[in-house]
């Protein structure tokens, strides 16, 4: 398996803009996750799903911020509208179980201008 | 609340010892893990604990004491490209209907010299 593919990996965008994030989590892992990397914060956790449906996304930080799951093979992260406070690293995860570790993608590098 | 320590940085010299601490303070445990993060790239995976002790693989051992909130990752014989952050990260449970959270902490920066 490829492991955890994210797209686009760096993405610079006006204030404003619709900015939507993809991943293709591990096949076969029925949890996917959503996390947050800035150097002030830390690694956040944003949203998690379990067998495509949301369970967790308290995390989430406001309504400018989305996640959906059609189906198994595949998330996005949308941002509408995206201000500068939102760069940051945003990494999608995947995972077997809750108790299993979580196998991270390469991250997409958000910069909001 | 979640709350995880961890120094933000260390440094420590090619062929040593070096050894990592992660103090938490979290709503119910479940397990805590280490992974390392090469800047620029991913997180990944390095070690799980829930039960106290100390788990050894290869190089690394990671140890946990649920008593005291309180675990450490050990690094030994350590080489040029063991530096990175190494992120603790705790799982609890999330009052949500069976879910738990994840929650890191900061991380910290390892610097390896000669």
């Known amino acids: 398996d490829a492991g955890v593919i994210q797209s686009p990996r760096h993405e610079v965008t006006e204030m404003g803009q619709e900015v939507t994030l993809r991943c293709k989590p591990i096949?076969?892992?029925?949890?996917l996750f959503w996390y947050r990397q800035t150097m002030m914060r830390g690694l956040e956790l944003l949203i998690y799903?379990?067998?495509?449906?949301?369970?967790?996304d308290s995390g989430m930080p406001e309504d400018r911020f989305s996640a959906k799951m059609p189906n198994a093979s595949f998330s996005t992260l949308k941002i509408q509208p995206s201000e500068p406070r939102d760069s940051a690293v945003y990494f999608c995860?995947?995972?077997?179980?809750?108790?299993?570790?979580?196998?991270f993608g390469q991250g997409t590098r958000l910069t909001v201008v | 609340g979640q709350n995880i320590d961890q120094p933000t940085e260390m440094t420590a010299t090619e062929g040593a010892i070096v050894q990592i601490n992660c103090t938490y303070q979290?709503?119910?445990?479940?397990?805590l893990f280490w992974y390392q993060q090469h800047a620029g790239e991913a997180p990944t995976f390095l070690s799980y604990?829930?039960?106290?002790g100390l788990e050894e693989k290869g190089r690394f051992s990671s140890f946990l004491s649920r008593s005291k909130g309180y675990s450490y990752l050990l690094l030994k014989e350590l080489q040029m490209k063991d530096s990175a952050s190494y992120l603790c990260?705790?799982?609890?449970?999330?009052?949500?209907?069976?879910?738990?959270?994840?929650?890191f902490g900061k991380g910290t920066k390892l610097s390896v010299i000669p």
């Open positions: 096949s076969g892992h029925d949890y």
């Open positions: 979290t709503s119910g445990f479940n397990g």
């Open positions: 990260a705790v799982r609890s449970p999330y009052s949500g209907a069976g879910s738990y959270q994840l929650t």
């Open positions: 995860a995947s995972s077997l179980a809750l108790t299993a570790e979580a196998f």
């Open positions: 799903f379990n067998n495509n449906v949301p369970i967790d």
């Open positions: 604990n829930v039960l106290d």
